[in-house]
Structure formats: C-alpha cells, structure tokens
T-cell receptor
C-alpha cells in the first residue's frame, strides 16, 4: 500500500517563528511532490511544488526534498496567524499517471 | 488569474436520489479530476479524465459514479443513487498535463445525503 505520512499535529508556533512540516512517502520512484494549504472548510491551495533534491524557496516558504530518505518538508519563515491552516503533502506515485495521494495533513497553529 | 469553478457550493439530497456536481476547469487544461474529502479525513482521489475518457479511477469510483464532459467547458460528476456515506466535500481539479504538473483545485461542493 503506497502511503504519504504526516504528523497530524497540531503544531503550535509563535508568530514570527519558523514552522517545520514534514512528510514521508513510501514510493521510492516518485518524482514530484506538492504542498497544499487547506483552510477549514475550503479547498486545497497549492503552496509549493518540488521535483529535485535540495531546497526550493518561494517567499517565506522553502520546500526541501531528500529522495534517498523519501522525505519532503516545508519550512514557513516568519509565521503569521494567517498561516494557521492544515498543510497537505501530495505525491503522485509511479504507475499512477494521474492520481495524487494525499497525507492526512498537519494542522498548524500560529499563536500571537 | 484563471481558476476552477464548481457548482453548486452546497447540495442536500435524500438517500437514493441522483446528484450531478458541475465543474468548469481552467480553460487550457487537458486533465480533469474529482477528489472527495469526508469530514475530518484525508483528500481521496476518485477519477481522472483525459481526452474524453477516464484515464484512472479509484476503488471508491464504483458503478454509482460517472463522469462526463458534456461540452467544451463543463466537467460533471454524477452519483446515481446516493448513500449516506457519500456525504463529503467533492473537489474538482485540473492540470495542464499529467500529474507531474500541478493540479489546481476548485472551491468544492459540500454534499449532504440525508
């Protein structure tokens, strides 16, 4: 069974701190990885995509990928209360040409 | 910025009734998807659609479900005889090409089966 694993949280960080969200995946052959943000009752909204090992930065967000360890993370710098949401890791597994497998998501709470 | 739209935003139906959920994908996208999310659970893939046919479906997508692209803009999900356990948020998504590309999600339809 191919899986995407995330700690469900909640992860609580003070405003201005760095939030670190982690995801592991079971399919060693996976080539692309997506982080979505989901506010309660709303749809997933793309934050970052990453395809190569290493870091990818976009504003306050940095995605980190380590394919050897089957691990992808999302760092949020200078966390804001508006970042409080559930962060979903999504991976298309090999042999599934058009299906995203989602993790359960990590709920982030940014406190004042 | 182009976006995926879905109608209705909410749908309440009686068990056994048919429902049709509608989606308008982003105009230059070629791949279309339906996902669902039962309250408090993870987002689950239902079906993908490309070139007017299903390219992949999950075990959830049984004979009660069907998809159609009735015209050049709409993409629909039909549930023939709804069950209580079909109550969920249903999300439509689209992508320019296959899943190596980003899938963009619509706002969802909240379906409640009574």
């Amino acid at each position: 069974q191919k899986e995407v694993e995330q700690n469900s949280g909640p992860l609580s960080v003070p405003e201005g701190a760095i939030a670190s969200l982690n995801c592991t995946y079971s399919d060693r052959g996976s080539q692309s990885f997506f982080w979505y943000r989901q506010y309660s009752g709303k749809s997933p909204e793309l934050i970052m995509s990453i395809y190569s090992n290493g870091d990818k930065e976009d504003g306050r967000f940095t995605a980190q990928l380590n394919k050897a360890s089957q691990y992808v993370s999302l760092l949020i710098r200078d966390s804001q209360p508006s970042d409080s949401a559930t962060y979903l890791c999504a991976v298309p597994f090999t042999g599934t040409a058009s299906k995203l497998t989602f993790g359960t998501g990590t709920r982030l709470q940014v406190t004042l | 910025e182009p976006e995926v739209t879905q109608t209705p935003s909410h749908q309440v139906t009686q068990m056994g009734q048919e429902v049709i959920l509608r989606c308008v994908p982003i105009s230059n996208h070629l791949y279309f998807y339906w996902y669902r999310q039962i309250l408090g659970q993870k987002v689950e893939f239902l079906v993908s659609f490309y070139n007017n046919e299903i390219s992949e479906k999950s075990e959830i997508f049984d004979d009660q479900f069907s998809v159609e692209r009735p015209d050049g803009s709409n993409f629909t999900l039909k549930i023939r005889s709804t069950k209580l356990e079909d109550s969920a948020m249903y999300f439509c998504a689209s992508s320019e090409s296959n899943t190596q590309e980003t899938q963009y999600f619509g706002p969802g339809t909240r379906l409640l089966v009574l």
